[in-house]
């Protein structure tokens, strides 16, 4: 019986820790570049992270800047109402004693007006209202009937008001309707009904305790 040949045993263990070796360098590799698409994976998440932060940051220095403008307008008007004088109490007298004038200079057919008593006005209700620095709002409503030559006649009024009065003035809404046959006023072809705000400012008096 023929012994087998020393160098077929050399070579089938050489073979063998050939393929151990593979085995485990494949093993290797396999097992790096998982990690490495893990890594990859996990850079890419925080990278998408720091996308995400880095705009909602921007979102809010957006808003930020936004609130401050929209600040800094509300201050610019506020000083202008009171440059203009229209922080001043209620002076219902002079108002009805402009409104007889404007009557008279702009030659109106009619004025029928009605002013309801001072209330405070919530103004943190009404974004278009300015910061009121230390002053709290107060409105006179006032209903307004009066019959038209034409639609002029309403807004020549409404002007006057404006600029005559030491208030603020804001039309609520105004309706203007084709005048039935008046016998009072024939020549009017519109009648036109407004409700009207008186809106002036008092200053915040806050009371300290001992």
């Known amino acids: ?12 263990a050489a073979l063998r820790w050939s393929l151990a070796l593979l085995a485990v360098a494949l093993l290797l590799a ?8 893990h890594f990859g994976r996990q850079v ?18 957006d808003r930020v800047h936004d609130d401050e403008r929209k600040i800094r307008a509300k201050i610019n008007t506020y000083q202008e109402l009171v440059r203009q004088g229209r922080t001043t109490p209620e002076k219902r007298l002079e108002w009805v004693e402009t409104l007889r004038q404007i009557k008279e200079s702009r030659r109106l057919l009619d004025l029928n007006y009605e002013i309801a008593p001072q209330r405070h006005l919530d103004a943190k209700a009404d974004e278009k209202m300015p910061a009121t620095g230390g002053h709290n709002f107060l409105v006179s409503p006032m209903k307004l009937d009066l ?26 809404n105004c309706k203007i309707e ?19 705000d008186w809106i002036t400012l008092e200053e915040n008096i806050v009371s300290v305790k001992p």
């Open 1 to 12: 019986m023929n012994s087998p040949d020393p160098r077929s045993v050399i070579n089938l």
């Open 30 to 37: 396999a097992t790096v570049l998982a990690a490495a698409n």
């Open 147 to 172: 019959p038209l030559l034409h639609e002029n006649d309403l807004l020549g009024l409404i002007k006057d008001l404006s600029a005559r009065v030491p208030a603020l003035i804001s039309v609520k």
């Open 178 to 196: 084709r005048s039935m046959t008046d016998p009072q006023h024939p020549t009017a072809t519109l009648k036109a009904h407004c409700e009207i």
């Open 44 to 61: 890419e998440a925080a990278h998408k992270q720091a996308l995400a932060r880095q705009a909602e940051t921007r979102i809010k220095l």
